[in-house]
């Protein structure tokens, strides 16, 4: 019997019991790297795409997003290919803007990549570095980015002065506090956490590469 536990536990990328939270640490931040290979080469691939396809595109990466945290549950290698398919997938349905944004204001792009790279390496150091735990957090910032999302709407048909400026900050705000609490998490994660986790810190970096091309970019849409 304690083989037969032993064989259900290995995983992956080693053993739950013995690969400890640099283990952890570094299997996400490989996973995550991985993953915005991935959604560089869709932004590549789809720079071209109808809007249509962008949209089939995006909804796709997000079932896959979806659906790797179930799949995480029954099969680490599923839920790693469905992890690769939703940046691959992202991607595509954001090359068209991405591209109009590389053509129109190339130096915005740098900047946003650059940003996002601080951004993200200076909080998520705070938050991995922090030993309370801070999961509690998640319900408020779940209820902040709904908020978030009504003031988009309602910025679409009422004019407000500086709006996009506002909601660029407020969306770094809210997704820097996601950054913060999802490499707290990872200190307490085991290594079946480690896919949900390179997936949540992936939406993390492209959500705030985003806000921050739209400052840098002058607010286009």
């Known amino acids: 019997m304690p083989q ?3 064989l259900r536990e290995e995983k992956m990328f080693g053993s739950v019991a013995t690969v400890g939270t640099a283990g952890v640490f570094g299997q996400v931040m490989g996973l995550v790297a991985v993953t915005l290979g991935f959604f560089t080469l869709g932004a590549y691939l789809g720079r071209e795409v109808s809007q249509g396809a962008s949209i089939i595109c995006f909804i796709g990466g997000f079932i896959c ?8 549950r029954r099969s680490e290698a599923m839920a790693i290919t469905l992890l690769f398919a939703a940046g691959l997938l992202l991607g595509m349905g954001m090359g068209g803007v991405l591209n109009r944004y590389a053509e129109a204001e190339p130096n915005a792009v740098w900047q946003a990549a650059s940003a996002t790279a601080l951004f993200v390496g200076g909080l998520g150091s705070v938050g991995f ?3 309370k735990d801070l999961s509690g957090g998640y319900r408020a910032l779940f209820f902040m980015l709904l908020a978030l999302i009504v003031f988009g709407l309602v910025t679409v048909f009422v004019s407000i002065p500086g709006a996009n400026v506002i909601y660029a ?5 809210i997704f ?7 490499f707290n998490r990872m200190r307490r994660a085991g290594m079946e956490e480690a896919v949900p986790l390179a997936a949540g810190i992936f939406l993390d970096v492209i959500n705030i590469f985003l806000f921050f091309l739209r400052l840098f970019g002058g607010g286009r849409n």
């Open 4 to 6: 037969a536990t032993g």
């Open 65 to 72: 997003i979806l659906g790797l945290n179930f799949a995480a």
């Open 129 to 131: 570095a922090i030993r």
């Open 169 to 173: 900050l407020l969306g770094l705000g």
């Open 176 to 182: 820097g506090a996601y950054t913060v609490l999802d």
